[in-house]
């Protein structure tokens, strides 16, 4: 009886969740035009992903496709949408290690450990803000990363990361 109820109990949250990303390939593809959401649909609880080239809209029209991915300008993620994602955002990963975190000094580190980009607090997670713009700060964090690499200069303001999960 106790596993039917759990099992009911995760189904209505999944179908909660589900039915709160309805829409939301079709923002990512306005601001983002080279990545894509995945959303499997499956009798099983899975969760939603979205993969491709982080650029913006703007710089895909401006310089093509082709352009924009073999010159190295866009940003090659992953990203894991969890069922909490309108409170704690998604999970966008640096899918072809593009940051070397190695150059990067600790400060400047945006991270969760391994390829996980720290984009916000947890405290500044909205329903509004949890998909599009952690996307866009991943974005301009890499930007960031790719002027540091040249110029050592590193002018995004950094919050303290680590320890507390509400304090990065």
């Keep these: 009886m106790e596993k039917i109820l759990v099992k009911n109990i995760l189904a209505e949250d999944f179908s909660k969740y589900y039915c ?17 959401f995945t959303l499997l649909p499956t009798q099983e609880i899975t969760l939603g992903y979205i993969k491709g080239e982080l650029a913006p809209a703007d ?3 401006e310089f093509g496709k082709k352009t924009v991915i073999k010159q ?25 290690k ?12 945006h991270f969760n450990g391994g390829l996980e980009i720290c984009t916000h607090k947890p405290v500044d997670i909205t329903p509004d803000n949890a998909v599009i713009d952690v996307l866009q700060s991943a974005w301009h964090l890499y930007l960031e990363y790719k002027k540091y690499e ?15 999960e509400f304090e990065n």
């Design 98 to 109: 593009r940051i070397n975190q190695e150059k990067i000094p600790e400060k400047y580190k």
């Design 150 to 164: 040249k110029t050592g200069r590193f002018d995004l303001e950094c919050h303290a990361h680590g320890g507390n």
């Design 20 to 36: 709160s990303l309805k829409g939301i390939g079709k923002k990512i593809q306005e601001k983002f035009p080279l990545l894509k």
């Design 59 to 61: 710089l895909v029209r």
């Design 72 to 96: 190295g300008i866009s940003f090659p993620i992953f990203a894991v949408i969890p069922m909490d994602y309108s409170v704690r955002g998604i999970k966008v990963y640096d899918a072809c």
